[in-house]
């Protein structure tokens, strides 16, 4: 079972507010990644990492940022939110050392911004 | 680039109807191919996958067999239950670079009783 968590599960907030999604994971993981979901289903990589102090930008396009201070630790900020960032966000991890081992998947954050 | 191209749904069915999930792939190298299910409100989880050509992937029922020679993983389970429904996604993994997965755009499947 993956011990992978996200909160809040929901969020509505008005436009203009900062808000920091958080992920964490307590399987140890290196790598972790950002994904946005859209209304249609479709999964859009928006930041990863590969480990502490390391993240890089996914193959979306997103004004939001992220952070690795820590292994099992991965926040991602909004700093001025806007109704175009509606939408799921979710957060998953895999092992570094074996590229067949599968992402592992919190149960997503859906945000609403008014 | 590498990418994965699903049937596209809503697919409907009976209770103890035949599934078939077309996914085929575009990928330089050997990828490993994966098929994820997300249940209503909840995150992606692993279905089942398969790492070299020729391997079958199994889990709850459902199958798929990697086939390099048509670049397909397609998903089939001879009798699918109404808790079946969900949005199944296929993937490949990205071998070089970042490792990265790539999904296709995700089938929502609906059975009813």
């Known amino acids: 079972e993956a011990d992978i968590y996200q909160t809040p599960r929901y969020l509505v907030i008005g436009t203009g507010k900062k808000i920091t999604l958080e992920c964490s994971q307590t399987?140890?993981?290196?790598?972790m990644y950002w994904y946005q979901q859209d209304p249609g289903m479709e999964l859009h990589l928006i930041h990863y990492s590969y480990g502490v102090n390391s993240t890089e930008k996914g193959d979306l396009s997103s004004e939001s940022t992220v952070s690795r201070i820590r292994t099992e630790h991965f926040p991602l900020t909004l700093e001025s939110a806007r109704p175009s960032h509606t939408s799921q966000y979710l957060c998953?991890?895999?092992?570094?050392?074996?590229?067949?081992?599968?992402?592992?998947f919190g149960d997503g954050t859906r945000l609403s911004i008014l | 680039g590498n990418s994965v191209t699903q049937m596209e749904g809503p697919v409907t069915l009976s209770e103890e109807a035949f599934l078939t999930i077309n996914c085929t792939y575009t990928?330089?190298?050997?990828?490993?191919l994966f098929w994820y299910v997300q249940y209503p409100g909840e995150g992606l989880q692993l279905l089942l996958k398969?790492?070299?050509?020729?391997d079958k992937g199994s889990n709850k029922g459902f199958e798929a067999t990697y086939r390099k020679e048509t670049t397909s993983f397609h998903l089939e389970k001879g009798s699918v239950q109404v808790s079946d429904s969900a949005v199944y996604f296929c993937a490949l993994s990205d071998v070089q670079g970042a490792q990265k997965l790539v999904f296709g755009q995700g089938t929502r499947l609906t059975i009813n009783p």
């Open positions: 399987m140890g993981h290196d790598k």
């Open positions: 990928a330089t190298g050997y990828p490993s």
């Open positions: 998953a991890s895999s092992e570094w050392a074996d590229i067949n081992q599968p992402q592992h």
């Open positions: 398969a790492t070299k050509a020729d």
